[in-house]
């Protein structure tokens, strides 16, 4: 039997295991790295070269690759009552969730989402949505200013911790491009931590679990306010082992202090919707007028999406890219665009490395499904600065040296690939 190339994969990876004895070298995991999601082993140093995204878990036949569970520790923690624990849920997370729990393809459980976590034993639940109001209000205003001052563009979004990381390891020079606004989850953990805590008075301190479509965000944590992150299918499991009983439930909310978010927080979910809610906020920042609902709105990127936009008194260049080997096109006239979103996953984090998994022959069917229960969502606040606790949180709360908190530096990681050979060769 030929044997063929496969993804290593270091012990130490936050995201992704393998189990060896499955394993039956076909090759498929280093097709998809490579020319799925653009990872160059030609490069590969000592260490594995990985952004953590899940595409091999996906991909893998046989399940030798598998996501790195930390859902049983948690399990473990809420049996000791002495520990206050929040978890706070990522838009694409309702729309899918439902696939593992018998519901319809493409049903949104966001209603029965917080009395799932309650029965769990979370103390707090709260909406990752309102997370992501706040990266759209601080995004928002950082490209303003770059536009104004002509700096650092275009600017990249930075929401996407493989994306982030990719671009440490392969673009560095493009580190100062990428918004320094932390992501939704970072703006929670972060918020939960300080601000939730002290309109509270809560002495005891509050650990932070996310639950994310995203097996990449387990990387994203390392550094930050967030305790663990789960992903869809971890807490599939957690439900499943606890024999919560679905159908008993009644529909609630998530906590009110820090549980809603607008409906362009919740596109967030899906390729195109960072740059909608950014663009749409900002334009109202700019003009003081609230543009017309879909003004912005870019279909989720097959690859690659280009736009041209009026604002204000000029006109903004975009592209949505998903998957980096389109991003490596449109770097080569990455000069022509003011803003450029990046997502690595196909459909964004509709389609990240921890949802359900599913037959590859209806991957597309799956993905369009999510998406269309994301743009359905019913919410009355279409955009962030129409959000209330927004308002709130920002009168009352963030002064600016707070406001530092809720950005982030990125790394330069280009010690953990070779150098290209012709940078080499000069």
Not at 75 to 104: M, Y
Not at 278 to 305: H, N
Request: charged share 25%.
């Amino acid at each position: 039997m030929e044997v063929k190339k496969k993804v290593r994969v270091s012990l130490d990876n936050p995201s992704i295991g393998r189990i060896n004895e499955r394993c039956i070298n076909c090759g498929v995991c280093y097709e998809i790295c490579e020319h799925q999601v653009g990872i160059d082993h030609s490069r590969e140093s000592n260490e594995p070269s990985c952004i953590n995204c899940g595409a091999c878990v996906q991909a893998c036949p046989r399940g030798a690759l598998v996501t790195k569970y930390n859902y049983k520790g948690i399990l473990n923690l809420l049996k000791d009552t002495d520990k206050r624990i929040a978890i706070s849920v990522a838009p694409a997370v309702r729309v899918s969730l439902g696939e593992e729990l018998g519901f319809p393809l493409g049903t949104n459980i966001e209603n029965l989402l917080p009395s799932i976590l309650r029965h769990l034993g979370f103390e707090y639940t709260f909406d990752v949505t309102f997370g992501a109001d706040v990266t759209v209000m601080e995004e928002a205003t950082e490209l303003l200013m770059r536009l104004e001052n002509r700096t650092n563009l275009p600017i990249f979004t930075s929401c996407c911790p493989s994306w982030v990381k990719y671009a440490g390891m392969y673009h560095p020079e493009l580190l100062p491009n990428l918004s320094t606004a932390k992501s939704p989850i970072g703006m929670m953990s972060t918020l939960i931590k300080t601000y939730f805590r002290e309109m509270n008075m809560i002495e005891d301190e509050i650990i932070s679990v996310v639950v994310a479509p995203c097996t990449s965000k387990k990387y994203e944590i390392l550094d930050g306010d967030t305790d663990y992150v789960i992903t869809t299918r971890e807490l599939a499991y957690m439900i499943k082992e606890c024999n919560i009983d679905i159908p008993s439930l009644k529909p609630s909310e998530f906590d009110y202090l820090m549980g809603h978010g607008s409906k362009s927080a919740v596109m967030f979910g899906r390729s195109g919707g960072v740059m909608e809610a950014v663009l749409s906020t900002a334009y109202y920042l700019k003009t003081k007028k609230t543009p017309k609902q879909g003004t912005f709105r870019i279909p989720p990127a097959s690859g690659l999406e280009k736009r041209t936009f009026k604002f204000g008194n000029r006109l903004i260049n975009v592209a949505v890219i998903a998957g980096m080997t389109n991003l490596e096109e449109i770097l080569k006239s990455k000069e022509d665009y003011d803003v450029i979103e990046v997502m690595n996953c196909k459909g964004g984090c509709i389609g990240g490395g921890g949802q359900p998994l599913g037959p590859k022959s209806s991957e597309i069917e799956r993905l369009d499904t999510r998406i269309r229960a994301l743009d359905n969502s019913d919410n009355d606040i279409i955009y962030a600065y129409q959000n209330r606790q927004i308002e709130e949180l920002y009168e009352y709360y963030l002064t600016m040296e707070k406001r530092e908190s809720l950005h982030t530096v990125h790394k330069n990681l280009s010690h953990l690939v070779k150098p290209k050979k012709e940078d080499i060769n000069e």
